[in-house]
């Protein structure tokens, strides 16, 4: 079964210190792996598709890396209105599983100024 | 582009009741899907669609229905509300393409907050 865990549940940093969200996942041959931003109150919005291990994408203090297993959400000196909840998902190749795309439970983050 | 539109925005039920949320899209994307959020538990897939007409159960379906009788518009039904049904609904599109080709990038609504007594 198509499964995610994010870690941590979480996280509170400090203006400009640097960290790492995990998202592991187990699948049945990955289509693409996913990154949303949920603000509060709103729905997620798209961030980042990544598709096979090695691939990295960036968008401003925001880098997302896939391996065979896991990906990872890096933030490079954050800012306060980098707060937010963020969400990682799948989709499987093939079959019926490649129509469902499954989310994890998010990471919260908090950044103090 | 009004994207994804969601009504109603809270909506509260005794149980027992039944009622449907309602999501339009204007972006002419073949897919569209129900979430529901539930604190702590992230987004869970209630039911999907590829197509007009095409709907398969997502990880949690019972006691909702779907329709796609239009590429536009995807009502999430509920038969008879029970207050494990409390929850924000997320209803997103995305454009799918011939044979499941093209990105998977899903565009979300606004969300309706349910609460069911």
């Known amino acids: 079964e198509d499964q995610v865990t994010q870690s941590p549940e979480a996280l509170r940093l400090q203006e400009g210190e640097s960290s790492s969200l995990n998202c592991s996942y187990t699948v049945s041959g990955l289509r693409g792996l996913f990154w949303y931003r949920q603000d509060p109150g709103k729905g997620p919005e798209f961030l980042f598709t990544?598709?096979?291990a090695g691939e990295e994408k960036e968008k401003e203090r925001l880098k997302a890396t896939l391996t065979k297993k896991e990906s990872f959400l890096h933030i490079t000196a954050p800012k306060p209105e980098d707060s937010a909840t963020y969400l990682c998902a799948v989709q499987a190749r093939g079959g019926r599983s490649a129509s469902k795309i499954i989310f994890g439970s998010g990471t919260r983050l908090s950044i103090r100024p | 582009n009004a994207g994804v539109t969601q009504t109603p925005k809270f909506q509260v039920l005794k149980t027992g009741q039944s009622m449907t949320l309602q999501c339009a899209q204007d972006m002419n994307h073949e897919y569209m899907s129900w979430y529901r959020q539930d604190p702590g538990m992230g987004l869970r897939l209630i039911h999907y669609?590829?197509?007009?007409?095409?709907?398969d159960q997502g990880e949690v379906p019972n006691g909702y229905n779907v329709s796609r009788s239009t590429t536009e518009d995807f009502p999430l039904r509920l038969l008879s509300a029970a207050p494990s049904q409390t929850s924000v609904y997320f209803c997103?599109?995305?454009?799918?393409?011939?044979?499941?080709?093209?990105?998977?990038?899903?565009?979300f609504g606004p969300g309706t907050r349910l609460t069911v007594t």
């Open positions: 990544l598709y096979s």
């Open positions: 669609s590829v197509g007009a007409g095409i709907t």
């Open positions: 997103a599109s995305s454009y799918w393409g011939l044979a499941g080709g093209g990105d998977r990038e899903q565009y």
